[in-house]
């Protein structure tokens, strides 16, 4: 297995700021003498956190199991306690590095995709719509940082107080109220937005159930492909949903 880790901001040669993150790990089958070599989907994982830290939980267990359905996995560690927009810069900057490695991942370049949780939920949300936003581009050109699809595991979505996640968009915001407002991902999707796969359990009680309703309306109304799965029982933070 390749298994390494990559400092985003040495390879695409940009300055590191305080609290930066941008380091990618991989988990990558190999191929051997007895295993040819063959393109896989590619699978980044944001774990969640408030914004405020990263959960174990949901970085490397999850990567682990999308190797083991076949992916080449990564976890990025993003940052925190950070404002808007360096972690979608960092989440950009992890999909531009792996399509532009994709041989030696064995990775499709067309497949790949990023699973975020929660907060990192809502980093997947920016990235799947807002990829091409001018602060992205000031860092990576024209680069390709466009993600094939996202999945959105009990997200943060809205900046609507009424539904909101307030440590995480405060946080990301930076308590900038027009910023967050930016950032309040269901309005942000496009028709050029990445097809999502959203799910959450209408029992959270830490981040509501109506950040996913507003998500997959948002889909709707841009005719973008998604699919929304609700699940009556279940807590905040399930992770991979089992022990």
């Given at each position: 297995?390749?298994?390494?880790t990559v400092d985003l901001y040495e390879y695409?040669?940009?300055?590191?700021?305080?609290?930066?993150?941008?380091?990618?790990?991989?988990?990558?089958?190999?191929?051997?003498?007895?295993?040819?070599?063959?393109?896989?989907?590619?699978?980044?994982?944001?774990?969640?956190?408030?914004?405020?830290?990263?959960?174990?939980?949901?970085?490397?267990?999850?990567?682990?199991?999308?190797?083991?359905?076949?992916?080449?996995?990564?976890?990025?560690?993003?940052?925190?306690?950070?404002?808007?927009?360096?972690?979608?810069?960092?989440?950009?900057?992890?999909?531009?590095?792996?399509?532009?490695?994709?041989?030696?991942?064995?990775?499709?370049?067309?497949?790949?995709?990023?699973?975020?949780?929660?907060?990192?939920?809502?980093?997947?949300?920016?990235?799947?719509?807002?990829?091409?936003?001018?602060?992205?581009?000031?860092?990576?050109?024209?680069?390709?940082?466009?993600?094939?699809?996202?999945?959105?595991?009990?997200?943060?979505?809205?900046?609507?107080?009424?539904?909101?996640?307030?440590?995480?968009?405060?946080?990301?915001?930076?308590?900038?109220?027009?910023?967050?407002?930016?950032?309040?991902?269901?309005?942000?999707?496009?028709?050029?937005?990445?097809?999502?796969?959203?799910?959450?359990?209408?029992?959270?009680?830490g981040v509501p159930v109506e950040n996913a309703?507003?998500?997959?309306?948002?889909?709707?109304?841009?005719?973008?492909?998604?699919?929304?799965?609700?699940?009556?029982?279940?807590?905040?933070?399930?992770?991979?949903?089992?022990?």
């Open positions: 297995m390749i298994n390494e695409f040669g940009v300055p590191r700021g305080e609290n930066a993150g941008g380091i990618l790990t991989s988990y990558v089958p190999y191929a051997t003498h007895e295993v040819s070599a063959k393109k896989r989907p590619a699978m980044i994982v944001f774990p969640g956190g408030g914004y405020g830290m990263l959960s174990d939980r949901e970085k490397e267990p999850v990567a682990l199991r999308f190797l083991s359905k076949g992916y080449s996995a990564f976890t990025l560690q993003y940052a925190v306690h950070t404002a808007y927009p360096v972690p979608l810069v960092e989440a950009c900057m992890a999909v531009a590095y792996i399509r532009e490695n994709a041989k030696k991942y064995s990775v499709d370049e067309e497949h790949i995709a990023a699973v975020g949780f929660s907060a990192g939920g809502h980093l997947a949300a920016m990235l799947a719509t807002m990829f091409a936003e001018k602060e992205v581009k000031a860092v990576l050109g024209e680069r390709n940082a466009r993600p094939d699809a996202v999945i959105l595991s009990y997200p943060v979505i809205t900046a609507d107080p009424r539904f909101w996640h307030e440590g995480s968009i405060r946080t990301i915001s930076g308590e900038d109220e027009k910023l967050a407002e930016r950032l309040s991902a269901e309005k942000r999707v496009t028709k050029n937005s990445a097809p999502a796969f959203i799910w959450h359990t209408a029992e959270d009680d309703l507003l998500m997959a309306q948002a889909y709707r109304a841009a005719g973008v492909p998604f699919e929304l799965h609700i699940f009556q029982n279940g807590c905040h933070g399930l992770s991979l949903a089992n022990e």
